[in-house]
């Protein structure tokens, strides 16, 4: 059972608001990720981090940012929501030289 | 670079039949394959890994063995439950070259009792 944390759950906001979506992880992993992913199942790399102090962008462009500020922390940030924001946000995280990755639950996101 | 290709569905199978989902991939090193699975409102789950060729991962009841030979980590089990249904990702990582792990589009399966 991976130990990794996102909250919340699930939200539903109105246009413009900022948000930002918590993962924490108490496995000690120095890599972490954040994945979109459409209804339609296809998970998308939008953000990742090797350790503390930084922060990469992935293969999909987002609006969204992120920091990295503790081991255990990885905050995505929305500034100004819209509607095309809405999807599923899935964190994960990994050992800097290992080869299985884990994942948190998801934060499902309605922009209204 | 590197890509993983796996059947697209809906796939629909009858509680007790029997499973394959393909999976196959093109890679320049010798990656680790993966099998993930996503419950319906959840994240995805490692079901099962191999990280050299021949080897056979295995959990829950599902197998895949990594083929060099022909590139592929099909994943099977012998007698489906309606508490399989859920979305099966085929994905492969060279943690050695680029460290990304790559993932398929997914595969829906649907068990009816």
């Known amino acids: 059972e991976a130990d990794i944390y996102q909250t919340p759950r699930y939200l539903v906001i109105g246009t413009g608001k900022k948000i930002t979506l918590e993962c924490s992880q108490t496995?000690?992993?120095?890599?972490m990720y954040w994945y979109q992913q459409d209804p339609g199942m296809e998970l998308h790399l939008i953000h990742y981090s090797y350790g503390v102090n930084s922060t990469e962008k992935g293969d999909l462009s987002s609006e969204s940012t992120v920091s990295r500020i503790r081991t255990e922390h990885f905050p995505l940030t929305l500034e100004s929501a819209r509607p095309s924001h809405t999807s599923q946000y899935l964190c994960?995280?990994?050992?800097?030289?290992?080869?299985?990755?884990?994942f948190g639950e998801g934060s499902w996101l309605t922009v209204v | 670079g590197n890509s993983v290709t796996q059947m697209e569905g809906p796939v629909t199978l009858s509680e007790e039949a029997f499973l394959t989902i393909n999976c196959t991939y093109t890679?320049?090193?010798?990656?680790?394959l993966f099998w993930y699975v996503q419950y319906p409102g959840e994240g995805l789950q490692l079901l099962l890994k191999?990280?050299?060729?021949?080897d056979k991962g295995s959990n829950k009841g599902f197998e895949a063995t990594y083929r060099k030979e022909t590139t592929s980590f099909h994943l099977e089990k012998g007698s489906v439950q309606v508490s399989d249904s859920a979305v099966y990702f085929c994905?492969?990582?060279?943690?050695?070259?680029?460290?990304?792990?790559?993932f398929g589009k997914g595969t829906r399966l649907h068990i009816l009792p």
């Open positions: 994905a492969l990582s060279e943690w050695d070259r680029d460290d990304k792990i790559i």
């Open positions: 496995m000690g992993h120095d890599k």
């Open positions: 191999a990280t050299k060729a021949d």
């Open positions: 994960a995280s990994s050992e800097l030289s290992g080869n299985t990755i884990y």
């Open positions: 890679a320049t090193g010798y990656p680790s």
